[in-house]
């Protein structure tokens, strides 16, 4: 047995040994972080249109979906698989499969679209006023959320509704004949080509594509002002358009940065059974399961981070009960 099988296989023990105690800590602060960003966006109080309110809530939405399916429902009984062994009789794992495969894609899809609907906003003035409103969102989100189903439902096929209580690679028992087929392989390929790795590129491509404009206006809007103008350096649409794009670009940076491990390994390894083996740690893909997961869990903090109203509204979220708490004492 090699050296470097055994550093690779003593890390992996380390990462098993970290995610026992990672997975339940994320999924105890996941779950009330979501709901509280749901409850908060969805007052609309915090000085964002009602159309990115939408797109902000259904992500928060999908999140929580994820954090209690995947995470909840499949990571932390895969780390604790000896006292979560009565599974293995619950015959539901292909139907499992379907939903987390769906709310996986919701949440990343989701992500897609509230990129493209800030690039609208910001770069094709023409659109704006009839691509970016409440109704438009809805509809999107809805469409997203139809064919993410739809796209999914071949899972409860290629799995038996047998839990195999493990990553390596699915966590469903697949039939040796399913496993073993091209078919098989190219489909599941597919599946992971288009989330996460077209979502990926996608966000890439129109965050690029918004800096370039915003580079071109503001170029643009310092020649018209110039400082022969005798106004202030200062220009407060630019500096409100920059407030505006913060968020997005947070946002967009957070999920390549969370997910880019994930991406990857997905489609590393798919390309294996394709005949074009790369060498990938069992590890590394361990890994890209921690981060992809702890990205359903930090919107909240950006939010918090980048909103001011959010900040006072989730301030009088925790004042209040606290001031009803004194209130019963006395």
Same mark, same amino acid.
């Given at each position: 047995?090699s050296l470097?099988?055994?550093?690779?296989?003593q890390?992996?023990?380390?990462? =098993?040994?970290?995610?026992?105690i990672y997975?339940?800590i994320l999924a105890?602060?996941?779950?009330?972080?979501?709901?509280?960003?749901? @409850?908060?966006m969805?007052?609309? +109080?915090?000085g964002?249109?009602?159309?990115?309110?939408?797109y902000?809530?259904a992500?928060?939405?999908?999140?929580?979906?994820?954090v209690i399916?995947?995470?909840?429902?499949?990571?932390?009984?895969? @780390?604790?698989?000896?006292? !979560?062994?009565?599974?293995?009789?619950?015959?539901?794992?292909n139907?499992?499969?379907?939903?987390?495969y769906?709310?996986?894609?919701?949440?990343? *899809? !989701?992500?897609?679209t509230f990129t493209?609907?800030?690039?609208v906003?910001?770069c094709?003035? /023409?659109?704006?006023t009839?691509?970016c409103?409440?109704?438009?969102?809805?509809?999107?989100?809805?469409?997203?959320?139809v064919?993410?189903?739809?796209?999914?439902?071949f899972?409860?096929?290629?799995?038996?509704?047998e839990? *195999?209580?493990? =990553?390596s690679?699915?966590?469903? &028992?697949?039939?040796?004949?399913v496993a073993h087929?091209l078919?098989?392989?190219?489909t599941?390929?597919?599946?992971?080509?288009?989330?996460?790795?077209i979502? !990926?590129?996608l966000?890439?491509?129109?965050?690029?594509?918004?800096v &370039?404009?915003?580079?071109?206006a503001?170029?643009?809007?310092?020649?018209?002002?110039?400082?022969?103008s005798?106004?202030?350096?200062?220009?407060?649409?630019?500096e409100?358009?920059? /407030?505006?794009? @913060?968020l997005?670009?947070?946002?967009?940076?957070n999920?390549?940065l969370?997910? @880019?491990?994930?991406t990857?390994?997905?489609?590393l390894? &798919?390309?294996?059974?394709?005949?074009y083996?790369?060498?990938?740690?069992?590890?590394?893909?361990?890994?890209?399961?921690?981060?992809?997961?702890?990205?359903?869990?930090? =919107?909240t903090f950006?939010?918090?981070v980048?909103?001011r +109203?959010f900040?006072?509204?989730?301030?009088?979220?925790v /004042?209040y009960?606290l001031?009803?708490?004194?209130?019963?004492?006395?």
């Amino acid at each position: 047995m090699s050296l470097s099988y055994m550093i690779k296989l003593q890390i992996l023990w380390a990462l =098993n040994d970290i995610q026992k105690i990672y997975f339940p800590i994320l999924a105890a602060f996941g779950v009330p972080v979501n709901v509280v960003t749901i @409850v908060i966006m969805s007052r609309g +109080k915090c000085g964002l249109s009602k159309c990115v309110t939408r797109y902000l809530v259904a992500m928060a939405a999908a999140d929580l979906l994820v954090v209690i399916i995947d995470l909840i429902l499949r990571q932390i009984p895969i @780390v604790y698989r000896e006292q !979560f062994s009565f599974l293995r009789v619950i015959r539901m794992c292909n139907i499992h499969a379907v939903l987390l495969y769906a709310v996986t894609d919701c949440s990343v *899809w !989701f992500t897609v679209t509230f990129t493209f609907d800030r690039f609208v906003a910001i770069c094709c003035q /023409k659109l704006k006023t009839k691509y970016c409103t409440e109704k438009t969102a809805a509809l999107v989100l809805g469409t997203v959320t139809v064919l993410s189903g739809l796209k999914n439902i071949f899972w409860y096929f290629l799995h038996t509704n047998e839990y *195999w209580l493990s =990553n390596s690679p699915w966590f469903c &028992r697949v039939p040796p004949i399913v496993a073993h087929s091209l078919v098989w392989t190219v489909t599941e390929l597919m599946h992971y080509v288009l989330t996460p790795f077209i979502p !990926f590129l996608l966000i890439v491509l129109f965050n690029v594509l918004t800096v &370039r404009h915003i580079v071109v206006a503001s170029r643009a809007r310092r020649r018209i002002r110039g400082p022969s103008s005798g106004e202030s350096p200062s220009d407060p649409e630019m500096e409100n358009r920059r /407030k505006s794009i @913060v968020l997005l670009f947070v946002i967009s940076g957070n999920f390549i940065l969370l997910w @880019v491990v994930f991406t990857a390994c997905s489609i590393l390894r &798919r390309l294996d059974y394709l005949g074009y083996p790369v060498p990938l740690p069992t590890f590394v893909t361990e890994i890209g399961f921690m981060l992809q997961l702890l990205s359903c869990c930090t =919107n909240t903090f950006i939010y918090a981070v980048t909103q001011r +109203k959010f900040r006072e509204e989730l301030r009088n979220g925790v /004042k209040y009960p606290l001031a009803m708490m004194v209130k019963l004492i006395r």
